[in-house]
């Protein structure tokens, strides 16, 4: 079963910045939507960060102007670069397929500390 393996979590301060990255096997990227989802502590998960087929993007009100989702040219990683991070943006991220077709992975925390 095809499953996303996510990395670059970690503890930053108010401010700081982090770059996620996803990797999956098989064709994933290349034939899906995609999507940065996010579960923060005692909240239900959401799509934060969408990229369609055709490189279009698309944010959560609450991340725009901060985060960016990208592929790379091979279509085999997902990234979310995430600049000025706040405390609220504390949570696990995941990335799938949009809507979702993938099991979900382990996820990558981040922490943001104020």
């Known amino acids: 079963q095809v499953q996303a393996v996510e990395s670059g979590g970690g503890l930053v301060q108010a401010g700081g910045s982090l770059r996620l990255a996803c990797a999956s096997s098989g064709r994933t990227y290349s034939i899906n939507a995609m999507g940065w989802y996010r579960q923060a502590p005692g909240k239900q998960r959401e799509l934060v960060a969408h990229?369609?087929?055709?490189?279009?993007?698309t944010y959560a009100d609450s991340v725009k102007g901060r985060f960016a989702i990208s592929r790379d040219a091979a279509k085999t990683t997902l990234y979310l670069e995430m600049v000025n991070l706040k405390p609220e943006d504390t949570g696990v991220y995941y990335c799938?397929?949009?809507?979702?077709?993938?099991?979900w992975g382990q996820g990558a925390q981040v922490t943001v500390s104020s």
């Open positions: 799938n397929t949009e809507p979702v077709l993938m099991s």
């Open positions: 990229i369609s087929k055709g490189g279009d993007t």
